[in-house]
Nanobody
Framework: QEQLVESGGGLVQPGGSLRLSCAAS????????VGWFRQAPGKEREGVSY????????YYADSVKGRFTMSRDNTKNTAYLQMNTLKPEDPALYSC????????????????????WGQGTQVTVSS
C-alpha cells in the first residue's frame, strides 16, 4: 500500500532547528507534487511548503519563507523540511502529503489539493 511516514519532530528551543523527513513507500515521490502542512491545537491546517511536479520549484508560505527549506531526495524517495530559527508560533503537528493529479495544482498550499497524507510528527518549541 502507498504510505507516507513522517519523522524528526521533537522539542527544540526558540531559535533552534529541526529537520523533518517524509519517507514514501508504494509510490515514487518524484512524479508528484509533495507538500508539508501543519496544524496547531485549535487552529486549521495550513500549508507550509510544496515542490511542484510541473516546474520542480519549491514554494513557501509567507510565515516560513527564509527560515524553512523543503527538499526531495529521489534516490531515497524521501522529502525533507529543514526548519531554522524556530519561533513560538511554529509548534504544530507537521504532515506531508502528495497530489496525484496529472497537472500540478496551481496553488499547492491548500490541503484540499492533496490525496495521500502521513500521520504527522509533532514539533514543540519551548525554552
Amino acid at each position: 500500500q502507498e504510505q507516507l511516514v513522517e519523522s524528526g519532530g521533537g522539542l527544540v528551543q526558540p531559535g533552534g532547528s529541526l529537520r523533518l523527513s517524509c519517507a514514501a513507500s508504494g509510490l515514487s515521490l518524484r512524479y508528484y507534487t509533495v507538500g508539508w502542512f501543519r496544524q496547531a491545537p485549535g487552529k486549521e491546517r495550513e500549508g507550509v511548503s510544496y515542490i511542484s511536479s510541473s516546474d520542480g520549484k519549491t514554494y513557501y508560505a509567507d510565515s516560513v519563507k527564509g527560515r524553512f527549506t523543503m527538499s526531495r531526495d529521489n534516490t531515497k524517495n524521501t522529502a525533507y523540511l529543514q526548519m531554522n530559527t524556530l519561533k513560538p508560533e511554529d509548534p504544530a503537528l507537521y504532515s506531508c502529503a502528495i497530489n496525484l493529479a496529472v497537472r500540478a495544482p496551481t496553488y499547492g498550499l491548500r490541503p484540499g489539493e492533496y490525496d495521500y497524507w502521513g500521520q504527522g510528527t509533532q514539533v514543540t518549541v519551548s525554552s
